[in-house]
């Protein structure tokens, strides 16, 4: 298949949404979305939310996503997760972003919890993204890339018990690709 002769590509793409944002650290994330439109209000009548501070994607006709976050309930920390997307169709660049998953009730954070969570690109969960501008750091050998607070609007309701909010952090892709976001889950000890 002449899609896999081009797999090569993927992890630099990869490495240029990485590039483009460095990871800040989850307070400063769900510090951006408290300051972001509607999410604000999510944490105020959530049950739990998963935060990625930073996923990178990136892609040239197969594509793929990854990010690591952390679970908190009622504003306690209670586990790590991670998300993986894989994804075929037209697609190509990279890009940055940071991610928030709101879970409405018990039952939501149970299916997350269970292992078999998945978002589907149909409509499984709305995801909305936040527009930002970014602007570029020049402090080390890297260049960062971060949503400004008041720059961001969101707007978007639970969809089975589900929200889902993105800030965009930098970088350049153009998708028109069916893909869907698996997640992993592991209990603080």
């Not at 306690?76 to 409405?104: K, P, R």
């Not at 607070?149 to 993105?166: I, L, N, R």
């Amino acid at each position: 298949m002449k899609a896999f002769k081009h797999l090569y590509f993927l992890p630099a793409c990869l490495a240029l949404a990485a590039t483009v944002a460095v990871a800040d650290n989850y307070g400063d994330t769900v510090s951006v979305f408290k300051n972001a439109g509607q999410s604000a209000a999510f944490f105020g009548t959530s049950y739990a939310y998963a935060v990625f501070p930073t996923i990178g994607k990136g892609g040239f006709i197969v594509g793929a996503a990854h990010g690591d976050g952390r679970v908190y309930q009622q504003g306690q920390y209670i586990g790590d997760t991670a998300m993986t997307q894989v994804s075929v169709g037209l697609q190509l660049g990279g890009q940055a972003y940071s991610e928030i998953v709101f879970f409405e009730d018990r039952a939501a954070l149970d299916r997350f919890e269970s292992g078999h969570f998945s978002l589907s690109a149909d409509a499984s969960a709305i995801a909305v993204t936040a527009s930002a501008s970014a602007s570029a750091g020049t402090e080390g050998t890297g260049a960062s890339a971060s949503a400004t607070e008041d720059v961001a609007k969101t707007k978007g309701h639970y969809q089975d018990g589900v929200a889902v909010f993105t800030v965009a952090k930098g970088g350049l892709m153009y998708q028109a690709a069916v893909a869907g976001q698996k997640f992993s889950y592991t209990p603080a000890h």
